[in-house]
């Protein structure tokens, strides 16, 4: 199941706005900048904040859709229906018929989606492995790699702390306006003290993969293309939580080529074996093989070969390799008993599955 985990909206106030709400929540008025939590129990956070510009004044709702429904409830996705919707709104509509002086809710706008999928794997190893290699094996170029935010809170991390955030976290900026990341959700659970339910799987084997749409304008750009900029909040809102999985997949399809994950001697054993293609032919697609995972990204990869400007060698090879549905990151040395992995199309396709058979 692909459904969307957290989702903001905000307003715009006036100066006479803000100070009736801060008087509401009794906030001094002094404060600019306030994070409200009476409602963090039913998953909602409440933000006040002075744009960048200091000529505006803002007001964020932060909905952690699960906990809506379960206060403690920190791992699971909530489902995708009618229903569940409906309640979402019935419960924030209540907070703000308590906070809002009259201001009419017709005002606030959609700014952040998180669509999200779990995936069940067999072991803390696999899921481990599948962070590494869908860090290596992204198209973007010069990606730059973060740790999860939250994932770990303290400055200061020891070398081998750093070393187990890296192995079980990675978050890319795509665009401005975008973020992905994956990270193992049991560890994070763990080291966030976060309380784990009695269903959660012993082994740290959570996959999870999140794509987040952090601004309104990448937002409006889809209500526009999809034909909705004019419907309510909540009927916009309704379309991307019932849409989430098109919307994931339809970006990751842009970040990672189709193809199964093997090992390197099997790779090596098929495109030496293919009597239809040359032997230099068969010496670039192995060397390829060998690049894009000597460098941090299969982009940086295909990036560097453009810039040598060596006819696109790299780019033919990776053609090659995943029209015979096989993704060039090779499965770690370590995993002596994985001969193949699928690929994260099929990972999400069949999510539903707990724990996930490889």
């Known amino acids: 199941m692909v459904s969307i985990h957290t989702f903001e909206f905000m307003t715009a106030l006036s100066k006479k706005e803000q100070l009736k709400i801060k008087e509401k929540l009794k906030i001094q008025a002094k404060h600019e900048n306030w994070t409200e939590h009476r409602y963090s129990n039913r998953g909602i956070q409440i933000i006040l904040y002075k744009g960048k510009t200091k000529k505006f004044i803002y007001l964020k709702y932060q909905v952690n859709l699960k906990r809506i429904f379960d206060g403690n409830d920190y791992l699971h996705l909530l489902e995708p229906s009618d229903k569940n919707i409906d ?29 999200t999928c779990d995936i069940y794997l067999e072991s803390n190893t696999l899921v481990q492995e599948y962070i590494r290699l869908l860090r290596k094996g992204i198209l973007l170029p010069n990606a730059k790699k973060y740790s999860v935010e939250g994932i770990y809170h303290k400055e200061d991390l020891p070398t081998e702390i750093k070393e187990t955030l890296q192995q079980n ?68 809102f309704a379309f991307f939580m019932i849409n989430a999985e098109f919307f994931l ?110």
């Open 249 to 358: 997949l339809n970006r990751l399809e842009r970040l990672y080529p189709h193809g199964r994950y093997h090992t390197k001697n099997y790779i090596k054993s098929l495109v030496q074996s293919d009597t239809t293609i040359k032997n230099k032919t068969k010496k670039n697609i192995l060397q390829f093989v060998f690049d894009c995972n000597r460098q941090n990204t299969l982009g940086r990869c295909l990036e560097i070969d453009s810039e040598m400007q060596t006819t696109k060698k790299r780019k033919k090879s990776l053609n090659y390799l995943t029209s015979h549905q096989i993704n060039p990151i090779i499965i770690s040395s370590s995993l002596k008993e994985y001969s193949d992995l699928p690929d994260i199309f099929e990972l999400i396709s069949t999510a539903a599955t707990y724990p996930f058979k490889i």
């Open 169 to 236: 976290a990675c978050k890319y900026k795509i665009t401005n306006l975008e973020n992905i990341q994956y990270y193992n959700k049991m560890y994070q659970l763990q080291n966030e003290n976060l309380p784990i339910p009695e269903d959660a799987p012993l082994d740290n084997s959570i996959l999870r993969i999140e794509l987040q749409i952090h601004k309104t304008k990448r937002i409006t750009q889809f209500l526009q293309e999809f034909g909705i900029h004019s419907k309510p909040i909540e009927e916009q």
């Open 87 to 115: 309640y979402i709104w019935q419960t924030i509509k209540q907070t703000w018929d308590e906070i809002g002086y009259g201001i009419p809710f017709g005002r606030f706008y959609l700014s952040r989606l998180d669509f």
